[in-house]
């Protein structure tokens, strides 16, 4: 009821609680169904009965995403939650070189999959081959704006936005008073006016949809401060 807050924890006694509370990102099936995917594995927790049932402990699971099925990422390899046997199957994979996967996105009314990686973020499109689109590129999220533009955040090299068309743009660290203050680029988030809400290392940034200028809001000791 939004006034109310619980906290769900693990309690060794208890086999249907939460085996890790490291919790790393979260993500739902639109049905009931929340998914966890914590440090030691994923985690599944149904809102009806309260109960959680642990899905896979495995410590180098990277990312967590749901489409029509349940999606983990586990080094370059994406893997697909089979709830009929309770298994986990290869979906698919990106090249060895792309090091570890970091991030899903899935876009089923564009027929098209985004991977974010330690190198570089891939496209899968009509269930052919992923492609490289960005190379060199250590990524954090990919978000999608409401004029379908996807927003790519990356450790060091500050913002990718790709347009409908395939154009990439790359927006970095600016000493200017109204540019981006972090090349760590931590996720992002669109509000109700089309602002988008950029969390960085140094601070919460904010701007339109053109990107052309960033208010940026840090710690300090003002009461209105972060």
Same mark, same amino acid.
């Given at each position: $009821?939004?006034?109310?807050?619980?906290?769900?924890?693990?309690?060794?006694?208890?086999?249907?609680?939460?085996? !890790?509370n490291?919790?790393?990102?979260?993500?739902?099936?639109?049905?009931?169904?929340?998914?966890?995917? !914590?440090?030691?594995?994923?985690?599944? =927790?149904?809102?009806?009965?309260?109960?959680?049932?642990?899905?896979?402990?495995?410590?180098?699971?990277? &990312?967590?995403?749901?489409?029509?099925?349940? =999606?983990?990422?586990?080094?370059?390899? /994406?893997?697909?939650?089979?709830?009929?046997d309770?298994? *986990?199957?290869?979906?698919?994979?990106?090249?060895?070189? &792309?090091?570890?996967?970091?991030?899903?996105?899935?876009?089923?009314?564009?027929?098209?999959? *985004?991977?974010?990686?330690?190198?570089?973020?891939?496209?899968r499109?009509?269930?052919?081959?992923?492609?490289?689109? /960005?190379?060199?590129?250590?990524?954090?999220? /990919? =978000?999608?704006?409401? $004029? $379908?533009? /996807?927003?790519?955040?990356? *450790?060091?090299?500050?913002?990718?936005?790709?347009?409908?068309d395939?154009?990439?743009?790359?927006?970095?660290?600016?000493?200017?008073?109204?540019?981006?203050?972090?090349?760590?680029?931590?996720?992002? !988030?669109?509000?109700?006016?089309?602002?988008? *809400?950029?969390?960085?290392?140094?601070?919460?940034?904010?701007?339109?949809? &053109?990107?052309?200028?960033? $208010?940026?809001?840090?710690?300090?000791?003002?009461?209105?401060?972060?």
């Amino acid at each position: $009821d939004g006034r109310n807050i619980r906290i769900l924890r693990t309690n060794k006694q208890n086999s249907h609680s939460l085996f !890790c509370n490291n919790i790393m990102r979260l993500t739902g099936d639109g049905k009931g169904k929340i998914y966890i995917l !914590c440090t030691d594995g994923v985690a599944e =927790y149904d809102l009806r009965t309260e109960l959680f049932t642990t899905l896979l402990e495995e410590e180098h699971v990277r &990312a967590i995403a749901y489409s029509d099925s349940l =999606y983990v990422a586990r080094g370059n390899a /994406i893997l697909r939650y089979e709830p009929a046997d309770s298994s *986990w199957r290869e979906y698919l994979k990106v090249p060895e070189s &792309a090091e570890n996967i970091n991030h899903m996105l899935f876009l089923p009314d564009r027929g098209e999959l *985004w991977i974010g990686t330690d190198r570089g973020v891939y496209v899968r499109r009509d269930r052919n081959a992923p492609q490289l689109i /960005i190379p060199d590129c250590k990524t954090t999220q /990919i =978000y999608r704006s409401d $004029d $379908d533009r /996807i927003w790519v955040g990356s *450790w060091e090299d500050g913002i990718y936005i790709v347009s409908p068309d395939g154009t990439v743009r790359n927006i970095r660290r600016s000493a200017s008073a109204d540019g981006l203050h972090s090349a760590f680029v931590r996720c992002f !988030c669109q509000d109700d006016k089309g602002r988008m *809400w950029i969390g960085t290392f140094d601070g919460l940034c904010v701007t339109d949809s &053109a990107a052309r200028h960033f $208010d940026t809001y840090v710690h300090g000791d003002d009461p209105s401060d972060l």
